[in-house]
């Protein structure tokens, strides 16, 4: 099984600054996803990015990136470019275990883009 | 714009009240769930319905009670509610019956539920 820890409770940032958000896991899996999802205030649960495990290669996708780390388990999210509507809660995820339909979730992180 | 579609946004109700929450995604999605939010932690899983069946119930109390009347629906009945049972519900679907990693989930706005 999966367990997710999100160290950072809060963060704070200038608007145009890059911000990395971290996210350690465990587990006993050889293939799994991790994925990191946006909650901004108006509640809905945004998937921002996700990363097999198998792959080598960081996803991306547009100003997000992950720095993955499979060894160490660690799986951080790094916003460039930071933009004032990227405020919210964001939270590092994985399947519980290979082939399951439940997402383990980390305690969040509340980001706070400043103008 | 959401593709999971959430009714009511919020709901106020008494201890003895009866009362449901909607959900309905039009993307053919196989599977559907429901989610709990209480503030500042993140969403805790209450069931799960793949193909129509219920696949997974988190130990969740027997007031809550879900339907799903076909893939592109899903109830959540509530009855004799807690005020502890006030929080976020949120819904989700995924495109196959299993394996999020394939096929991640989408969620819907939420209900915010008040228990007074």
Redesign the interface.
């Known amino acids: 099984a999966q367990t997710v820890t999100q160290s950072q409770p809060e963060m704070s940032v200038q608007e145009a600054e890059t911000v990395t958000l971290s996210c350690t896991y465990d587990t006993s899996e050889n ?3 991790l ?1 990191w999802y946006k909650q901004p205030p ?6 921002v990015i ?1 990363q ?1 495990a198998y792959k080598q290669q960081n996803a991306t996708e547009n100003r997000f990136s992950v720095n993955f780390q499979k060894a160490a388990k660690s799986f951080s999210l790094k916003i460039s470019d930071s933009q004032l509507g990227d405020t919210a ?1 964001y ?1 590092c ?1 994985s ?1 519980d275990v ?6 383990v ?4 992180t ?1 980001l706070t883009i400043n103008p | 714009d959401t593709e999971v579609t959430q009714t009511p946004k919020h709901l106020v109700m008494g201890m003895t009240n009866k009362k449901s929450l909607k959900c309905e995604q039009h993307m053919g999605h196989r599977a559907m769930y429901w989610y709990k939010q209480k503030a500042k932690k993140p969403p805790e899983l209450m069931f799960v319905y793949s193909y129509e069946k219920l696949s997974i119930n988190e130990s969740v109390p027997s007031r809550f009670s879900p339907e799903c009347p076909n893939s592109s629906l899903l109830n959540l009945h509530l009855h004799a509610l807690q005020p502890e049972d006030s929080a976020l519900y949120l819904c989700a679907s995924s495109q196959g019956g299993g394996w999020l990693g394939n096929s991640p989930l989408h969620f819907g706005n939420g209900t915010r539920l008040t228990v007074t």
């Open positions: 293939n799994y996803y994925f108006s509640r809905q649960m945004i998937l996700r097999e809660m939270f995820a399947p290979q082939g399951a339909q439940k997402l979730f980390g305690q969040g509340r």
